[in-house]
C-alpha cells in the first residue's frame, strides 16, 4: 500500500518567515492534494498537483510536484498567523483517479509567532 | 464547491452505545466517503458509500461495527456501534468536487468514549 511521509512533523516559524513543508511517497502519485486542518474543524482544500513538475499557487502558498512523481513540497512565503494548523497531503489511491480515495500523510502542526 | 454538514459536531457516549452521523450535501454526489482521524493521526477511509449499493469497506473497517447508509444522492449516515474508548476519534464525511482533482471535506464529528 502506498504510505506517505511528511516532514516536519511540527514547524515553529515567526511571522513573516518562510517556509516548506515535504511530502515523499512510497510509490508514483499519480494526484497529489493538500490540505489545511484547523483544531475542531473540517478539512480545507488548497491545491492538486497530477503532471510531474506541476507547480500551483495560491495566495502565499505554493506546492510542487517533482518530476518523477513521488515528492511534493509546499511552501509558504511570508507566513502570517493565518496560516496555523496541520497540513495534510493525501494521494490517489488508484492510477485512474476517478475514485478519489485518499492516503494521507501523518501531516505538519504549523505554527506562526506574531 | 460543496458546501457539507455534519450532525452531531461532538459527542460524548458511553461505552457499549452507538452513535449516528449524518453527513449532508448541498448538491447530488455520486460517491461519499467516510474517514477517520484518531487522536493525533492521520486521516484513515473507513468506506466508500454509493447511493443505491452497499457501501464498500477498506481493510480493517467491518459492516457491522460500521454500517452506513445512502438512501439518496445527498445524504448519508455512518453508525459507530458498540463503542469502546479506541472509537474516539473525529468522524468525516468527504465527497468529490465538479472540478478534476478536487475533494471536500464535512466539518467532522468529533466523539469521544467515556
Known amino acids: 500500500s502506498q504510505e506517505l511521509e511528511q516532514s516536519p512533523q511540527s514547524l515553529i516559524v515567526q511571522e513573516g518567515k518562510n517556509l516548506t513543508i515535504n511530502c515523499t511517497s512510497s510509490k508514483t502519485l499519480y494526484g497529489l492534494y493538500w490540505y489545511k486542518q484547523k483544531y475542531g474543524e473540517g478539512l480545507i482544500f488548497l491545491m492538486m498537483?497530477?503532471?510531474?513538475?506541476e507547480e500551483k499557487s495560491h495566495e502565499k502558498i505554493t506546492a510542487k510536484l517533482d518530476e518523477k512523481k513521488q515528492q511534493s513540497s509546499l511552501h509558504i512565503t511570508a507566513s502570517q498567523p493565518s496560516h496555523a494548523g496541520i497540513y495534510l497531503c493525501?494521494?490517489?489511491?488508484?492510477?485512474?483517479?476517478?475514485?478519489?480515495?485518499?492516503?494521507f500523510g501523518s501531516g505538519t502542526q504549523l505554527t506562526v509567532l506574531p | 464547491s460543496a458546501v457539507i454538514s455534519q450532525k452531531p459536531s461532538r459527542d460524548i457516549c458511553q461505552r457499549g452505545t452507538s452513535l449516528t452521523i449524518q453527513c449532508q450535501v448541498d448538491s447530488q454526489v455520486t460517491m461519499m466517503f467516510w474517514y477517520r482521524q484518531q487522536p493525533g493521526q492521520s486521516l484513515t477511509l473507513i468506506a466508500t458509500a454509493n447511493q443505491g449499493s452497499e457501501a464498500t469497506y477498506e481493510s480493517g473497517f467491518v459492516i457491522d461495527k460500521f454500517p452506513i447508509s445512502r438512501p439518496n444522492l445527498t445524504f448519508s449516515t455512518l453508525t459507530v456501534s458498540n463503542l469502546s474508548p479506541e472509537d474516539s476519534s473525529i468522524y468525516l464525511c468527504?465527497?468529490?468536487?465538479?472540478?478534476?482533482?478536487?475533494?471536500?471535506f464535512g466539518p467532522g464529528t468529533r466523539l469521544l468514549v467515556l
Open positions: 493525501g494521494a490517489d489511491r488508484f492510477s485512474s483517479g476517478s475514485a478519489r480515495q485518499l492516503t
Open positions: 498537483l497530477q503532471k510531474g513538475g
Open positions: 468527504s465527497v468529490l468536487g465538479q472540478g478534476v482533482g478536487t475533494q471536500y
